[in-house]
């Protein structure tokens, strides 16, 4: 049991990676807030690990102060925040993946407020609750995206970008006190959202395109996620890890 004892909160909790991670972060002994705007969502999941549900915009600041405090109120204290919320790879006009030319201002902004300012007010609350814990793990979820130039989602990855330079400066202002901030880059993974923009066959190209030959699942990023939550990453501090078949290293 990796987590025996931890308090965890998960954002984005009701689908794809995030429920991935709440499920293995429970089986691990951690006690779980599955943090979701899809409150139904995130309530399924928390009937079926036996872990809390929350309903949270990460978008908006009062709501991600509500969520650090509700799992502090509910479970005593909090060890790990995973950010995983985000959109981008959505049909819907609002978060739709577009080139900068073709990307509206409201659209920048309401992307950049999940994807970027939701995970930042993620460490903003959840930093002092650590802090009096001793230290803690925030392990954010950014993008091979951010890492490699891919047109035609330029919001999103300006966010996934903004995510890996977020980790870095936090992973060395607070590594004294004993906080350790590090993201995942994941590759494309078989969840929800990229189901939503993708046929079968286009997926199967996606796996084509990397080294391993597949796009990953949900389940690996929730691996990837629990190692740097546990103290199986005890010395790793301000790291990105693709988790992506080996695409990054092409
Ligand atoms: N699937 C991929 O190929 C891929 C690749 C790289 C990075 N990512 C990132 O992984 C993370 C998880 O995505 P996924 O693939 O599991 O997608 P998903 O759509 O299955 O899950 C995303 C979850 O986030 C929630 N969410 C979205 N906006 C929210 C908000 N404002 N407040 C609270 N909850 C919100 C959704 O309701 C959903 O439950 C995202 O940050 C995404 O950008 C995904």
Redesign the pocket.
């Known amino acids: 049991m990796k987590l025996s004892g931890k308090v965890v909160v998960v ?9 991935a991670a709440c499920r293995l972060f429970a089986a691990e002994g951690a006690s779980v807030v599955i ?4 409150g139904a ?1 995130a309530a399924r999941v928390a009937a079926e690990i036996g872990g809390a549900a929350f309903t ?4 908006q600041e009062d709501q991600v102060a509500a969520m650090i405090a509700f799992a502090c109120d509910r479970f005593g204290k909090l060890d790990v925040l995973f950010n ?6 959505s049909s819907t006009a609002r978060f739709k993946m577009a080139s900068i030319v073709d990307t509206p201002g409201d659209a920048w902004d309401a992307i950049l407020g ?2 970027l300012k ?1 995970q930042a007010m993620g460490c903003k609350y959840a930093i002092p609750r650590m802090l009096e814990n001793g230290g803690g793990s925030i392990i954010n ?5 951010a890492i490699a130039g891919v047109p035609g989602a330029d919001a ?1 990855t300006a966010a ?1 970008g903004g995510v890996i330079a977020l980790t870095r400066t936090l992973a060395v202002e607070w590594a004294e006190k004993g906080i350790r901030v590090n993201c995942i ?10 189901g939503a923009i993708t046929s079968d066959a286009e997926r199967a190209r996606l796996g084509e395109s990397t080294p391993m030959k597949r ?1 990953g699942q ?1 389940e690996e ?1 929730a691996r990837a996620a629990l190692f740097l939550a546990s103290a199986d990453s005890s010395y790793v501090n301000g790291v990105m890890l693709p988790v992506d078949g080996g695409w990054s290293a092409l």
């Not at 943090?35 to 899809?38: E, K």
């Not at 880059?185 to 990229?194: A, D, K, R, S, Y």
């Open positions: 954002t984005g909790g009701a689908s794809g990676q995030g429920e943090a979701d705007w899809n969502g949270v915009d990460v978008s995983n919320a985000g959109v981008g790879y999940i994807n939701g979820n950014a993008s091979i995206m999103y996934k880059c994941p590759g494309t993974i078989e969840t929800p959202m990229v796009v949900a990023i």
